[in-house]
């Protein structure tokens, strides 16, 4: 009964009930298909011209950590936007159900954009491949494990991530608001110094190949120490909408 309860709270967490019409529904479409165009071209272009490095497709995944933060945040804020928050909390279930299940909900968004920004970066990786043949052969492999290794160390950044913009947007929301610039100010260093801190960036700095990037030994125990201070996080969100909450 209890798993069928969290299922169904992360499936209501997960699944947006929003209305479009039509004509906004095609509009929504036209802008990512323009952007994609422009893209493509400006690609083509780019890796024509021969000054393009494949690493450079991962330069713009350093701001991912900061988008599962977000994702977590705004998921969080728009049941009181909406004036959900108050059903949300009525609900006959425990604090720490309630905010496990939308943290889950988070985390899969996560997954899944991680997952479709492997996808794009190879499909360009293998485009540029074709366009220029010094990316052939055993460099195009090379570049895929590098990659495989990278989004794989992303995807471990997201339970943190999600934890603390959950934990952020549950105390801007209580007594405890005046906290909220200092973790903010921790939200700005958190996306991006731990990755800098524990991996080997020789592949951005030596040379093209791809295959002198990986995480530092020690960062696995890192990454552990990240899982067990998300369940802090958890667990202290719960304890805030339990007892310092401000609706």
């Given at each position: 009964?209890?798993?069928?309860?969290?299922?169904?709270?992360?499936?209501?967490?997960?699944?947006?009930?929003?209305?479009?019409?039509?004509?906004?529904?095609?509009?929504?479409?036209?802008?990512?298909?323009?952007?994609?165009?422009?893209?493509?071209?400006?690609?083509?272009?780019?890796?024509?011209?021969?000054?393009?490095?494949?690493?450079?497709?991962?330069?713009?995944?350093?701001?991912?950590p900061y988008g599962f933060f977000m994702i977590a945040f705004t998921r969080t804020h728009r049941e009181k936007q909406n004036g959900t928050f108050g059903w949300w909390l009525s609900l006959p279930y425990s604090r720490f159900l309630l905010v496990s299940a939308k943290y889950t909900a988070s985390v899969l968004y996560g997954i899944f954009f991680v997952l479709i920004a492997f996808v794009l970066t190879t499909l360009f990786?293998?485009?540029?491949?074709?366009?220029?043949?010094?990316?052939?052969?055993?460099?195009?492999?090379?570049?895929?494990?590098?990659?495989?290794?990278?989004?794989?160390?992303?995807?471990?950044?997201?339970?943190?991530?999600?934890?603390?913009?959950?934990?952020?947007?549950?105390?801007?929301?209580?007594?405890?608001?005046?906290?909220?610039?200092?973790?903010?100010?921790?939200?700005?260093?958190?996306?991006?110094?731990?990755?800098?801190?524990?991996?080997?960036?020789?592949?951005?700095?030596?040379?093209?190949?791809?295959?002198?990037?990986?995480?530092?030994?020690?960062?696995?125990?890192?990454?552990?120490?990240?899982?067990?201070?998300?369940?802090?996080?958890?667990?202290?969100?719960?304890?805030?909408?339990?007892?310092?909450?401000?609706?």
């Amino acid at each position: 009964m209890a798993q069928n309860v969290f299922m169904y709270l992360v499936k209501h967490d997960t699944i947006k009930r929003r209305a479009r019409s039509k004509e906004y529904s095609r509009w929504w479409l036209a802008y990512p298909v323009l952007a994609a165009l422009v893209g493509i071209i400006y690609f083509t272009i780019y890796v024509s011209s021969g000054e393009f490095q494949p690493q450079y497709l991962l330069f713009w995944t350093f701001a991912l950590p900061y988008g599962f933060f977000m994702i977590a945040f705004t998921r969080t804020h728009r049941e009181k936007q909406n004036g959900t928050f108050g059903w949300w909390l009525s609900l006959p279930y425990s604090r720490f159900l309630l905010v496990s299940a939308k943290y889950t909900a988070s985390v899969l968004y996560g997954i899944f954009f991680v997952l479709i920004a492997f996808v794009l970066t190879t499909l360009f990786s293998g485009y540029a491949t074709f366009l220029n043949p010094m990316f052939g052969g055993d460099f195009f492999k090379q570049f895929f494990k590098a990659e495989f290794v990278w989004y794989g160390y992303l995807l471990c950044f997201i339970p943190f991530m999600a934890a603390y913009g959950l934990l952020t947007a549950f105390v801007s929301m209580s007594y405890l608001k005046p906290l909220v610039p200092l973790m903010w100010v921790g939200f700005g260093l958190s996306g991006n110094v731990f990755i800098w801190l524990t991996t080997s960036w020789q592949a951005f700095k030596d040379g093209p190949n791809p295959l002198h990037f990986a995480p530092q030994a020690w960062s696995w125990w890192g990454i552990l120490a990240s899982f067990a201070a998300a369940g802090l996080m958890l667990a202290a969100s719960a304890k805030i909408i339990e007892k310092q909450l401000r609706l």
